[in-house]
């Protein structure tokens, strides 16, 4: 059975700092890509980071130059650092694995950010 456990969210004022941890579990972590994702009230889901199973990194327009994604095979362990948070960073995080052999996609259960002003 895939789990995906997120850890790391909370509250934060703007301008500070968090890591989003999601522990992989069940799943072959080293041939799965990984990414974050976000859902606040009202919005779509929509992609924060990901990372390909070679280390190839993407980034939304909105998160590029202050969050990183990194992920730690043997850890099974993807993380998210956010730097410089602004209260439009307040979502519901959520981790997904697409494992490439099969194509199919796992979700964690999602972590809050709020971030207030």
Do not use: H
Not at 4 to 17: C, I, K, P, R
Request: charged share 20%; hydrophobic share 35%; glycine share 12%.
């Amino acid at each position: 059975q895939v789990q995906l456990v997120e850890s790391g969210g909370g509250l934060v004022q703007a301008g500070g700092s968090l890591r989003l941890s999601c522990a992989a579990s069940g799943i072959i972590f080293s041939i799965s890509d990984m990414g974050w994702y976000r859902q606040a009230p009202g919005k779509q889901r929509e992609l924060v980071a990901g990372i390909t199973t070679g280390g190839v990194t993407n980034y939304a327009d909105s998160v590029k130059g202050r969050f990183t994604i990194s992920r730690d095979n043997a850890k099974n362990t993807v993380y998210l650092r956010m730097n410089s948070l602004e209260p439009e960073d307040t979502a519901v995080y959520y981790c997904k694995a697409l494992k490439k052999t099969t194509m199919r996609a796992y979700w964690g259960q999602g972590t809050q950010v709020t971030v207030s002003s």
